[in-house]
């Protein structure tokens, strides 16, 4: 069971904004640790997409934010195209159970 | 470019061990960290492991601890997953993962899984 919680889904129709919340707790994100925010289209292994909770990797484009408060994290997509229908996982490091943790996770579908 | 490699997946009886292999290559294997993460079908990714880069440290989840062992033979560019007293639960796509630096938690670049099932 992850301690990391997301909502199951989100949707959007092509060219809206749709946003991801990921809620921890106080040993993980509201600890100070870093949020990381992973994609996985539909039958491929997960891709790095947002690290140090609002920094993105050379060729994601900037459509793809993130951001952190408190005990929670957002991930926003601005745009929404069609390739962005995927599963959106976030990630972090809990330290009452001294390992890492990733978020339930939230399907995102393009209208 | 940076490739990972899974094998060793497969169908195992309850009780039973399995081990998975995941070879690397295009970085310098021995200076970092490497996780396995699992993908239950249908269901979300868990964590279940990480490594240090020259094996001193090792951690796993809750749900694997005292019965799944992480392990590099860094002379071989390959990561290790021994599984053992395995469970019907323990059906996933395991997939080996690199860690961005030994410093921060991220993960970079991911393999492309092995499945195991375990069923009798």
């Known amino acids: 069971q992850s301690v990391l919680t997301q909502s199951p889904s989100a949707s959007g129709a092509p060219g809206q904004r749709v946003t991801i919340s990921c809620t921890g707790s106080?040993?993980?994100?509201?600890?100070?640790?870093?949020v990381h925010w992973y994609q996985q289209l539909p039958g491929t292994a997960p891709k790095l997409l947002i690290y140090?909770?609002?920094n993105r990797p050379s060729g994601v484009p900037d459509r793809f934010s993130g951001s952190k408060s408190g005990t929670s994290a957002s991930l926003a997509i601005t745009g929404l195209q069609a390739e962005d229908e995927a599963d959106y996982y976030c990630?972090?490091?809990?330290?009452?159970?001294?390992?890492?943790?990733f978020g339930t996770g939230t399907k995102v579908t393009v209208l | 470019q940076v490739q990972l490699v899974e094998s060793g997946g497969g169908v195992v009886q309850p009780g039973r061990s399995l081990r998975l292999s995941c070879v690397a290559s295009?970085?310098?294997?021995?200076?970092?960290?490497m996780h396995w993460v699992r993908q239950a079908p249908g269901k979300g990714l868990e964590w279940v492991a990480v490594?240090?880069?020259?094996?001193?440290?090792?951690y796993y989840a809750d749900s694997v601890k005292g019965r799944f062992t992480i392990s590099r033979d860094n002379s071989k560019n390959t990561l290790y997953l021994q599984m053992d007293t395995l469970r019907a639960e323990d059906t996933a796509v395991y997939y080996c993962a690199k860690k961005y630096s030994n410093y921060v938690d991220w993960i970079d670049y991911w393999g492309q899984g092995t499945l195991v099932t375990v069923s009798s």
């Open positions: 295009g970085f310098i294997f021995s200076s970092y960290g």
């Open positions: 990630q972090s490091y809990d330290s009452s159970l001294s390992g890492y943790v």
């Open positions: 140090g909770n609002s």
């Open positions: 106080s040993s993980n994100i509201g600890a100070g640790y870093d």
């Open positions: 490594i240090s880069y020259d094996g001193s440290n090792k």
